[in-house]
């Protein structure tokens, strides 16, 4: 996540680390003047992604959504590190039935194209919901595509193997075996039916971490050193914040359920 500095509330600003590399939508579609991210940097973009997905959802005692999970929310420090922002609009949903994790919602706030078709049906969100973003951020890391449509022109090109077809111009050496790997894992991810879409931590996540480890062991001398370098384990204080940060939205969501309704005043 990227980190809360501070706050001032006087003049309603919060203070987050800065993200040098700006957001991943910038890099992806080279708004200003950004480099092209090596392949190497998008397989472990992919895993730094589905790892802090994973820590709001595994977030105690309920899960996080993050809800509106899209390049624009992915920002990249100096070293081309991505981290999720926009944690501020993630909601705590409760554990019903069966083990699904679901809450009624009235209204949409993510950029149409990332948003779980079940929630545009039903206004029902679930961890799911954003396992489906997910998917569509993966296939953009590869294609470099704008996101309307995508996970039916992946599907479609996968079943026909000419998913190479797809994969980002920009990039020449894509490792053909890995970029499939990865294209069906966002393409399950993006499954219109909940039930069809992959575990996150059962299914994607230990997927991710062979991608990063195959991604790591490929860089070479002659790259960048930022692609050398390999995400940091948080520190014990970062961890801290993050942790400080799931139990304000817990306490705002808490204080917001429990507060008593204002009695209306009857005509005299």
Not at 101 to 130: H, N, R
Not at 136 to 159: D, K, N
Not at 211 to 223: C, G, H, K, V, Y
Request: glycine residues 6%.
């Amino acid at each position: 996540m990227v980190l809360l500095l501070g706050a001032c509330l006087e003049y309603g600003i919060l203070i987050y680390e800065y993200m040098a590399n700006g957001s991943l939508e910038d890099c992806l579609f080279k708004k200003k003047n950004k480099r092209v991210l090596s392949w190497q940097l998008r397989f472990r973009i992919a895993a730094e992604i589905g790892t802090g997905l994973l820590f709001l959802h595994q977030a105690k005692p309920e899960p996080l959504v993050h809800r509106d999970l899209k390049p624009g929310n992915i920002l990249l420090d100096q070293n081309y590190v991505s981290k999720i922002s926009d944690v501020g609009l993630a909601r705590l949903v409760p554990a019903v039935a069966e083990n699904v994790t679901q809450c009624c919602m009235t209204s949409a706030t993510e950029t149409f194209c990332y948003i779980d078709p079940k929630y545009q049906q039903t206004g029902m969100l679930g961890v799911k919901s954003d396992v489906y973003s997910l998917g569509i951020i993966f296939l953009q890391l590869l294609t470099g595509r704008a996101p309307m449509g995508l996970a039916h022109h992946a599907e479609e090109s996968i079943e026909k193997d000419s998913f190479v077809q797809m994969l980002d111009l920009s990039i020449t050496d894509w490792p053909l075996e890995q970029a499939l790997c990865l294209a069906k894992i966002a393409v399950k991810c993006a499954e219109l039916r909940r039930k069809d879409r992959l575990d996150l931590a059962k299914l994607v996540f230990p997927e991710l971490d062979k991608l990063r480890d195959f991604a790591e062991q490929n860089m070479t001398m002659t790259m960048p050193i930022i692609l050398g370098c390999t995400t940091p384990s948080p520190s014990h204080s970062e961890a801290s914040m993050q942790q400080d940060l799931i139990s304000d939205l817990q306490l705002a969501h808490s204080e917001s359920s429990s507060a008593p309704s204002t009695p209306t005043k009857g005509k005299p």
